[in-house]
């Protein structure tokens, strides 16, 4: 069976790039066989820091958004797609146009969409458009990034969350890490393998900095066994 792992949260700066490509180390430190596809335009993260396992889709053409479930169909393996800020518009017109949900139930492949939020009203209200969207035919995450708020009590009292962990959702927490660590690995397109392996080189991080990053991704992979069968 492939998956298709969306990855999304309409609110811009909640760090769904940095989710996307802390899924996309997974899948390559466990050998997991996946294909990844960056369908935002204007920041392509995917692209940037794992170009040789990604390609870009257009949201805008039928054509362009049908190669994600090409990908999914060529082979039992996970399809990572990182979605851009305000894009579900886009996406649920072409879900609609070709019946994707039902056309994926058809074929075997698994709908998962990951929820990033920093727990901000409007990061809520996008959750609970997504739920009233989809309802159960898509299976959801919500991942809180505590890289980007430390306080979800809106959130966990939303209806949405409520409704969602009672159908069988999961809540995970992606930890933080420091701003100053994230900037150098962005500033120079690391992947994250690089970033921890790396020492030498004018982009290389400080051997503190590679442990840092090291650890934080651990800590990362360990917030996910709580949903390792949908990996």
Request: charged content about 25%.
């Given at each position: 069976m492939s998956t298709v792992h969306w990855v999304g949260g309409e609110k811009g700066g909640v760090g769904k790039s940095v989710m996307a490509r802390v899924l996309a180390q997974l899948?390559?430190?466990?050998?997991?066989?996946?294909?990844?596809?960056?369908?935002?335009?204007?920041?392509?993260?995917?692209?940037?820091?794992?170009g040789d396992c990604t390609r870009s889709v257009d949201l805008e053409s039928f054509s362009?958004?049908?190669?994600?479930?090409?990908?999914?169909?060529?082979?039992?393996?996970?399809?990572?797609?990182?979605?851009?800020?305000?894009?579900a518009r886009l996406l649920q017109r072409w879900m609609d146009a070709g019946d994707v949900v039902q056309f994926a139930k058809d074929m075997d492949v698994r709908m998962l969409f990951w929820h990033v939020t920093d727990g901000g009203f409007d990061s809520v209200k996008e959750?609970?458009?997504?739920?009233?969207?989809?309802?159960?035919?898509?299976?959801?995450?919500?991942?809180k990034n505590l890289g980007r708020s430390s306080d979800f009590r809106q959130l966990d009292q939303s209806p949405a969350v409520q409704a969602l962990v009672a159908a069988g959702g999961r809540i995970v927490e992606i930890p933080a890490l420091d701003s100053a660590t994230m900037y150098e690995i962005d500033r120079y397109g690391s992947s994250f393998w690089a970033a921890i392996n790396a020492s030498e080189g004018e982009w290389a991080l400080s051997p503190s900095a590679r442990r840092r990053t090291k650890h934080w991704l651990e800590r990362c992979f360990a917030a996910l066994e709580g949903v390792s069968e949908w990996l």
């Open positions: 899948f390559i430190d466990r050998s997991l066989p996946f294909a990844a596809i960056d369908a935002d335009p204007s920041h392509g993260a995917l692209l940037r820091y794992y362009s958004a049908d190669q994600i479930m090409d990908r999914a169909l060529a082979a039992d393996r996970r399809v990572l797609v990182d979605l851009p800020a305000q894009s959750l609970e458009r997504l739920v009233k969207t989809f309802g159960s035919t898509l299976q959801y995450v919500v991942a």
